[in-house]
């Protein structure tokens, strides 16, 4: 058969994936579900808690990357229907307004709402980055640390210029997601045929 391919490209591949798929849902998100935007680091915050999550877990349960695309289509699903379902104009009280006498667009239940709306996004992309970051602390362990890290940087630069040429040249998001979600395919087949070789 193909011999397998290096620890060092493996891992440049899963980085450029993640980077790929981060700044995608990043970009989308905010645009499908505009409170959202109005919080401009929770995608951001929750990808990092969820890469870090998965690299510890992926040491002793790298075949938990199989779940990655399934908890992305759930992700993708909600936003791509943010709009019938009346997310995508979901309002958002500024407290900064109340506390000067101005009126809120909102009630306490539309708060308490959205309050958990944002929360439920933040766990679902918490959930997606954690099954796709497994294979980086699977890979982690077979290398040495200073190539394992050289791979992650030169993966994570690809995936950045990757998805600003896609975006420069106008691609829609679906692009953007194949772009970051084909690389995660791949590994999900290639943790397959390890556990079972």
């Known amino acids: ?16 994936g993640i980077l790929v798929l981060e700044l995608a849902i990043i970009r989308w998100m905010s645009s499908q579900i505009r409170i959202v935007a109005y919080f401009s680091n929770v995608v951001l915050l929750a990808s990092f ?10 040491r002793r349960h790298p075949a938990l990357v199989n779940c990655c695309l ?14 019938p379902i009346g997310l995508m104009n979901l309002s958002f009280p500024d ?34 980055f954690v099954f796709a970051s497994t294979p980086i602390g699977w890979l982690f362990d077979q290398m040495p640390t200073l190539s394992a890290y050289s791979a992650d940087l ?14 420069a040249f106008g691609m829609p998001p679906v692009v953007w997601f194949a772009l970051g979600t084909l ?15």
């Open 70 to 83: 399934p908890a992305l289509a759930g992700l993708s699903l909600l936003l791509a229907f943010s709009r």
């Open 49 to 58: 808690l969820g890469m870090g999550l998965g690299v510890a877990l992926g």
């Open 183 to 197: 690389p995660l395919l791949w590994f999900s087949r290639r943790l397959l045929s390890w556990m079972t070789a």
């Open 154 to 167: 030169l993966g994570s630069l690809l995936g950045v210029v990757t998805i600003t040429a896609a975006a």
């Open 1 to 16: 058969g193909n011999p397998r391919v290096s620890p060092f490209v493996q891992l440049a591949i899963c980085t450029f």
């Open 95 to 128: 407290p900064s307004l109340s506390l000067w006498g101005a009126d809120s667009p909102t009630t306490l239940w539309g708060f308490a709402g959205a309050t958990m709306l944002v929360s439920s996004i933040f766990w679902a992309v918490v959930a997606v």
